[in-house]
């Protein structure tokens, strides 16, 4: 199982990483300017966070977006990534109403595989200034926090996943299950791409 | 899951075949350096010169405790008081970043001239992962700028090798664990010390302030899970804030510094929770620290901040 991890300049990329190499992934941190060709062979990608505010520097998410076009493997995109994807496929991100920093709870309000077998509601850990305003209709809610209603995103056709929060750091509760859901979810779509 | 045993035989491989002659390793006596220092002993022998500079912001009686540490290593040790030199760098300079570059930058000065006595072209460093992380570059913001990496000058002659740059501190201490080092309990204490804990200028007045406030807490600590009162922490100290405020002191007016505490709960650093100390034990660390320091200090505030919003040391 290959899934690296995108950086695009989080505090918490090499969290991810260290979250997937734990879990005994093969995993590798690359620059957001790769070339798709080199890594379109992968079970999985990640998309870390990072500083930029994505309304008005969204050339510092480098091929992110040729990422998204092209993949056949399923991505998790995190916090700015997550912000990136809505852009992308047609919303809109803008600073948040209340920015939210450090201890949270969501609630799941829709199934998704990313959450199989987690409670409906827990503590989860934030760091973010902007949130996705409007959500392009390829996409759909699947939790929220009293403050943002876009806590995590899944695309309705597509094996695409975003979260606002962050379940790679250690004070986020069930973080690693999301990770090893995502795996089994990346692990799924191999084989079918393999049939 | 993190392989000590392999980490431990793969690194000492790698430093044993880019160390070409004598290096010397930066020494403070923590559990990062001290493993880095053990990895680079393995590797080289006696080809390692261990530095460690006394900064003069260093917490009451560690200067003396971290030689014998040291010492008890094995490692050939360079001992260099560099106090008066802190001091007189730092004097004046009040804005967090700029003193962590001037410190930096110190500390490289001093590793420069040891390395030119002991003819050594490499300086060993116990730099991990939440270092470079927070010190930014490329796309990544600068939190605070680490000593040991953000604070290093432009112009250096060492060349650096970091044998621990992509792990954190649980790991180190598993690695400390398994190469039988006493430092591996130890809580973290950053490399510019008390100087980070003195939040603005650096006075020798003011850092004996932070030093006092630090080794109370310490020792209530040390004194509460003893009595299982309260559960180890990752990281417990005290900071000296530039704020006065009023007090009263056997019905005579006092205008004093206030001390904040700050105790967290972490795996790794990179983020954290404060930690939910019982005010029992909170009540003693207040009471000695405003009884013993007399009209400098006349209030005691507990920080309640998680990382983030904060960062766990204050500058």
């Not at chain 2, 792990?167 to 006493?182: F, M, Q, S, T």
Request: with cysteine; net charge neutral.
């Amino acid at each position: 199982m290959k899934i690296f991890v995108v950086d695009n300049g989080g505090q918490w990329t090499h969290r991810e990483w260290r979250v997937l190499r734990d879990i005994g992934v093969e995993t590798k941190i690359i620059p957001n300017d790769t070339p798709f060709e080199k890594i379109k062979d992968l079970d999985g990608l990640v998309l870390s966070g990072g500083a930029a505010r994505i309304a008005w520097e969204s050339s510092k998410l480098g091929n992110v977006g040729e990422y998204l076009d092209k993949a056949k493997f399923p991505i998790l995109g995190m916090c700015l990534a997550h912000q990136f994807m809505a852009m992308y496929y047609g919303g809109s991100v803008g600073p948040a109403e209340t920015p939210e920093f450090g201890k949270m709870q969501i609630d799941i309000s829709r199934n998704s595989p990313l959450f199989s077998g987690l409670p409906k509601k827990f503590i989860v850990w934030e760091s973010h200034n902007d949130e996705i305003k409007d959500l392009p209709e390829q996409f759909e809610i699947v939790a929220s926090s009293p403050s943002c209603s876009t806590q995590a995103i899944q695309h309705k056709t597509r094996p695409m996943f975003g979260l606002q929060f962050h379940p790679e750091v250690e004070d986020c509760q069930h973080g690693e299950e999301i990770f090893r859901n995502f795996i089994e979810i990346c692990r799924k779509h191999a084989e079918k791409r393999k049939a | 899951m993190f392989n000590v045993e392999k980490f431990v035989k793969e690194e000492t491989d790698r430093l044993r075949k880019c160390l070409h002659g004598k290096a010397i390793i930066a020494c403070s006596g923590g559990v990062d350096s001290t493993v880095a220092a053990a990895l680079a002993k393995e590797a080289i022998g006696k080809n390692l010169v261990a530095v460690f500079v006394d900064t003069g912001f260093m917490r009451k009686g560690e200067t003396e405790s971290v030689k014998r540490m040291l010492e008890k290593i094995g490692l050939n040790l360079h001992f260099v008081k560099a106090e008066d030199e802190f001091f007189a760098a730092l004097k004046d300079v009040t804005e967090p970043e700029t003193k962590r570059k001037i410190i930096g930058e110190k500390f490289i000065r001093i590793f420069e001239r040891i390395a030119e006595s002991e003819k050594a072209k490499y300086l060993i460093q116990g730099t991990i992962a939440p270092d470079w992380i927070e010190s930014g570059g490329g796309a990544r913001d600068r939190i605070k700028s680490h000593h040991n990496v953000g604070g290093l000058p432009e112009e250096m002659e060492l060349e650096i090798v970091e044998p621990l740059r992509d792990i954190y501190k649980d790991e180190v201490r598993k690695i400390a664990k398994y190469l039988n080092i006493e430092v591996h309990e130890r809580q973290p204490f950053p490399g510019p010390g008390l100087a980070v804990r003195v939040v603005g200028e650096l006075t020798r007045e003011n850092v004996e302030i932070a030093r006092e406030a630090n080794a109370i807490m310490e020792e209530e600590m040390q004194k509460a899970f003893a009595e299982n009162k309260v559960s180890k922490p990752w990281q417990y100290f005290a900071v000296l804030l530039p704020v006065k405020s009023v007090g009263v002191h056997g019905d005579v007016r006092n205008y004093g510094y206030m001390i904040a505490l700050r105790s967290v709960e972490s795996v790794d650093g990179m983020s954290a929770s404060y930690s939910k100390i019982p005010h029992e034990v909170l009540d003693k660390i207040s009471v000695r620290i405003t009884n013993s320091l007399g009209k400098k200090v006349n209030r005691v505030v507990y920080d309640i901040t998680n990382k983030p919003p904060g960062t766990i040391e204050f500058e």
